[in-house]
């Protein structure tokens, strides 16, 4: 049972590539997350998803896009990366159907560390 | 989604000493949970305590909730070199994601 996992765990981009990182859950999970972290600052949502092809927009999604094809992924592209980028982006999932929200916690993964020269 | 907010910011204190962080929210929830981030790695889930309950035990962790003030504590007894991480606290209302806010940096002295 490996949880939440990322691919890759570190990346450096030039300004304007693309990339595209992977998040995989084997916990059946509904709903999944990307989140940002910058130093000294706690996680700001970009995008979720609460089912397989369904996702929506966080905090700060723009120049991110993302996609949900198969319930246990949830990839997360930079069309155009740009130095603001750089970040540590960390992947979450939660919620077994059935299980009452309240009972609800979020598992996470070990992150990627992104650099955009 | 609502986001909690952590005080203090940062505290340092010595091994075996007590420690005390808090969290306020803004509007009804179902749960509160507690989360650890050590240095680099990602977040992980502490404890999670449901609206009707009042507090809550996990080894060295007491969280207590104030439902009426919006507030929740942290207590971690005994502390550890170990227990160095910035802690986050996270109102959940159900049904959206946890917004996390900057957290509370502890650092156990040994």
């Known amino acids: 049972n490996a949880g939440v996992t990322q691919t890759p765990k570190f990346r450096v981009l030039k300004t304007g590539q693309s990339m595209t990182l992977l998040c995989a859950q084997d916990?059946?999970?509904?709903?999944m997350y990307w989140y940002r972290q910058d130093p000294g600052m706690g996680l700001r949502l970009i995008h979720y998803?609460?089912?397989?092809?369904?996702?929506a927009k966080g905090e700060v999604p723009d120049g991110y896009n993302v996609s949900r094809l198969k319930k246990q992924n949830f990839l997360l592209g930079l069309e155009s990366a740009a130095p603001s980028q750089t970040s540590v982006y960390f992947c979450?999932?939660?919620?077994?159907?059935?299980?009452?929200?309240?009972?609800?916690?979020?598992?996470f993964g070990p992150g990627t560390r992104l650099t955009v020269l | 989604s609502q986001q909690g907010e952590e005080d203090p910011q940062a505290l340092s204190i010595q091994e075996g000493e007590n420690a005390t962080m808090n969290c306020s929210y803004k509007?009804?929830?179902?749960?509160l949970q507690w989360y650890r981030q050590n240095s680099g790695r990602g977040l992980v889930h502490l404890i999670l305590i449901r609206s009707n309950e009042r507090e809550k035990h996990s080894g060295r962790l007491r969280v207590t909730l104030d439902t009426s003030k919006k507030s929740s504590s942290l207590l971690i007894t005994a502390s550890r070199a170990a227990d160095t991480a910035s802690y986050f606290c996270a109102p959940y209302s159900g049904n959206t994601p946890l917004v996390f806010g900057k957290g509370t940096r502890l650092s156990v002295i040994a």
């Open positions: 916990m059946n999970h509904e709903y």
């Open positions: 998803s609460v089912g397989e092809g369904t996702t």
């Open positions: 509007t009804s929830i179902n749960n």
């Open positions: 979450a999932s939660s919620f077994l159907a059935g299980v009452p929200h309240s009972y609800n916690e979020q598992f």
